[in-house]
């Protein structure tokens, strides 16, 4: 099939690959808000929240868009919501624009705070921000470049389309493939378009990030030994799973998957954390050495200024936090913020046969 002897189908396949570039002059200014709903649960402080959600969201939209967005804008609205759901422990961001251009659009995005650590909440908000973006954005790219409806559409058409989609999330593109599934979705009540809308909206709520967090979690195409994109493709895939789990509430099974899939994660970045800091605990071999032949040399323990500088000299990664104790026998507090390794190191200039001992905290 052509599909450039299609009109309709071309210009949404533009629309949904974002082409075309936005200028400068095209622009309209829409006026933003951000409010915040709780029922009392706050995970992290709510000008935190507000600001993980919205400063994500908006910067997808003027990006992707032909909008620009200010306080003061006069040309339409543009509103986030970010609702917590403390019983459910669930973050959800409601995206609402109102303007001349585009009329009245709504997206939203979910995600499940459930047993999450303090530290990846925030990465969690930017997330569901950025999704809750990206799925406006196929909206207003719709109604923007006036793209008419699949009215005229047909089954062999639409699955073009899907499969055009499918190829694009088996080779990776998963922004590309979301994009048309979005665009497939909003032909729910088009003349033709048959069952694809109701599978494209399958796909962006359990098939696309399904597919996505565990290619994720197999390495993201590529084989790395590097803790931190170990970790970062871990995180993204968490936050993929979190998702899956709290737009599927209505499917056992789903959220029975994307829970073992979680829990597998938990294992793996436990696993990847003692490899690291056992990684950084051997870097401290060196300057024990150093810390002996000091006292064997002098008589006495190292105060903080010889530790610190001796341990950023050997660059063994650990920073000095506390000092305490006598030049005859003294604890040194160290951390290593890479790996998340504290230890103390105890010195006692007396004792001959072990001058230097080493303990985990």
């Known amino acids: 099939m052509d599909l450039r002897k299609i009109p309709s189908l071309a210009l949404l396949l533009a629309c949904g690959l974002g082409i075309g570039a936005v200028h400068a002059d095209q622009r309209t200014t829409l006026a933003k808000s951000v409010t915040f709903s709780t029922d009392n649960w706050y995970p992290l402080p709510e000008s935190d929240i507000k600001r993980a959600v919205s400063d994500t969201a908006l910067s997808v939209l003027t990006q992707r868009t032909e909008f620009a967005i200010s306080d003061t804008g006069n040309n339409g609205e543009i509103r986030i919501l970010v609702s917590l759901i403390g019983p459910a422990e669930t973050a959800k961001a409601t995206i609402e624009i109102d303007a001349p251009q585009t009329g009245s659009l709504v997206s939203t995005a979910s995600l499940s705070l ?117 970790f970062s493709n871990l995180t993204k895939a968490e936050n993929l799973l979190r998702q899956i789990y709290a737009e599927n509430a209505g499917s056992a099974e789903r959220i029975q998957e994307a829970q073992a899939m979680l829990d597998n994660i938990q294992i793996s970045r436990n696993a990847i954390r003692r490899a690291t800091q056992a990684s950084a605990l051997s870097h401290l071999s060196p300057l024990k050495t150093v810390f002996a032949e000091y006292i064997m040399t002098q008589g006495v323990c190292p105060d903080e200024a010889f530790v610190a500088q001796t341990s950023e000299d050997m660059q063994t990664g650990f920073t000095v936090d506390d000092t305490n104790g006598d030049e005859s026998k003294r604890s040194y507090r160290l951390s290593d913020p890479k790996s998340g390794l504290a230890v103390e190191m105890r010195c006692d200039a007396r004792n001959f046969n072990r001058p230097i001992s080493l303990e985990t905290l």
């Open 114 to 230: 459930r047993n999450m650590d303090y530290q990846d909440i925030f990465n969690a908000f930017q997330h569901i921000g950025a999704e809750a973006a990206n799925r406006m954005v196929t909206q207003v790219q719709a109604r923007l470049n006036n793209a008419p409806p699949l009215d005229t559409g047909n089954d062999a058409q639409m699955q073009a389309l899907f499969d055009k989609a499918t190829r694009f999330k088996r080779d990776a593109k998963f922004a590309a493939a979301k994009d048309i599934f979005l665009q497939i979705a909003q032909q729910e009540s088009a003349e033709g378009a048959g069952h694809w809308p109701e599978l494209a909206t399958d796909e962006i709520r359990y098939g696309l990030p399904m597919f996505h967090a565990k290619y994720l979690l197999t390495g993201g195409g590529r084989f790395s030994v590097n803790p931190d994109n170990m």
